[in-house]
């Protein structure tokens, strides 16, 4: 019979990798929590409906969609906040503000698969609900950035926009709707060529051309100034002009202007952002978000939000591509016995170093003295204990450090002395 096969565009996750997962999930969690985010959680299908009311009809085509045996139209959810604001109309609108939450989870999107996009995928995102202020933006970016910062991301590139700067220069060029929407996603994409010919078929105003796509070109110290200059003329620049003096008072300096950030979706309403962790190629922006209001989209109350979500698989690619070490695996002690004798006692050590918190493990395969050591180096414990004919005579073990290949004998009776060295 053929071996069957995980579907195309998801991942198995071996022991190793779950446990760099699992480090880099605690400590993006740890962050959140440092700036007094809660997690919460939601169902990992939503009826389609809501997804449609986020993101229009477009969306089907992305979505894991079907009927339940009910009828019901149903899909994995393709992102979380919209399940965390339907959730937020729900059961939280009445909280004292502002509302701040984070979540983790997977995300199903039916795409083609390629390197760092996948049809199963996690999202780190926040939400901080209710509080309408560029203080709250300042708050949400400098979480982002923060989370990057501890775990050791230094290679990223953080690009704020404001959207009523674009829209104004996209109203400029006096197209259709659907023009403007071809023309924000051509600008999303940076496809400055395409957007150019794109709009001189729609008859947009050359100079108005001309004024957009030096705009969404600028980068730098060239933005900061531009928006310096136009701060009086347009909402927007002042805003961005303001927010980077807030990051830089969180202690973030490398925030990027760009008026070209332009998120995609029709709820965004001001501030948008992204982080690209530019190591990865084509598939490089690891966060995406912004300034929003959804509540009133899902029949709540009208309210100001702000979010974004980390590609948490493209955060860990990008970990390793710069090179930041991430613990692997947890086990600390590998316990060779020789004999059977040696093979009860090794249990009893076993036992006493798991009840001390030292993750262990004991030889199972009958291994020789060489062939365990061999096998002990390669998943890199810190230390072996060896325990023979010789060391049961004298009630002792050898403990072996791997890495400096110093052997030391401990009495079985203060084996713990090998790992805690301050026991009185
Ligand atoms: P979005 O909800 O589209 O703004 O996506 C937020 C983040 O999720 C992006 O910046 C990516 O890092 C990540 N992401 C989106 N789609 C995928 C995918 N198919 N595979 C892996 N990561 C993804």
Request: with cysteine.
């Amino acid at each position: 019979m053929a071996e069957f096969q995980k579907p195309r565009g998801t991942r198995d996750f071996a022991p190793e990798e779950m446990a760099r997962r699992r480090f880099v999930e605690a400590n993006m969690r740890r962050t959140a929590e440092l700036f007094g985010f809660g997690e919460v959680m939601t169902p990992t299908f939503e009826s389609t409906e809501l997804f449609v009311a986020r993101s229009g009809e477009g969306i089907i085509d992305e979505l894991y969609a079907f009927e339940d045996k009910g009828s019901r139209k149903i899909s994995l959810r393709p992102e979380l906040t919209a399940s965390v604001m339907r959730f937020y109309v729900n059961e939280m609108q009445n909280l004292p503000k502002p509302v701040k939450i984070f979540y983790f989870g997977n995300c199903f999107r039916y795409e083609r698969p390629q390197a760092g996009r996948y049809r199963e995928f996690w999202q780190f995102g926040a939400e901080l609900i209710g509080a309408p202020s560029i203080e709250s933006d300042a708050e949400v970016i400098a979480l982002a950035l923060a989370t990057l910062k501890n775990l050791g991301l230094k290679d990223v590139v953080v690009r704020i926009g404001h959207l009523s700067i674009l829209n104004k220069f996209i109203r400029d060029l006096k197209i259709s709707d659907n023009a403007e929407k071809e023309a924000r996603r051509l600008i999303d994409k940076r496809n400055f060529e395409d957007l150019r010919s794109m709009l001189d078929g729609a008859n947009a105003n050359d100079e108005a051309i001309a004024r957009l796509i030096e705009l969404v070109s600028l980068d730098g110290d060239e933005a900061i100034r531009r928006a310096k200059e136009e701060a009086g003329n347009n909402e927007g620049f002042g805003y961005l002009a303001n927010l980077l003096e807030r990051l830089r008072a969180y202690g973030f300096d490398n925030c990027q202007l760009d008026f070209g950030v332009a998120r995609g979706l029709d709820y965004y309403t001001g501030m948008v952002f992204e982080i690209d962790a530019p190591s990865l190629g084509a598939e490089k922006q690891v966060c995406g978000g912004g300034a929003y209001t959804l509540a009133d989209l899902f029949g709540g109350q009208e309210v100001n939000s702000t979010g974004y979500a980390f590609g948490f698989d493209r955060i860990m690619l990008a970990l390793e591509k710069s090179g930041v070490t991430v613990p692997s695996q947890n086990l600390s002690v590998y316990i060779l016995p020789i004999g059977d004798e040696a093979k009860i006692t090794a249990i009893q050590i076993l036992s006493e170093l798991r009840n001390a918190g030292i993750s262990a493990d004991m030889d199972l395969m009958g291994r020789n003295m060489s062939k365990a050591m061999k096998y002990a180096n390669s998943i890199g414990v810190t230390k072996t204990i060896l325990i023979g004919d010789n060391e049961l005579a004298e009630n002792s073990v050898t403990v072996r450090d791997m890495r400096s290949g110093v052997q030391e004998k401990y009495p079985i009776s203060d084996i713990l002395r090998a790992f805690f060295k301050n026991i009185p």
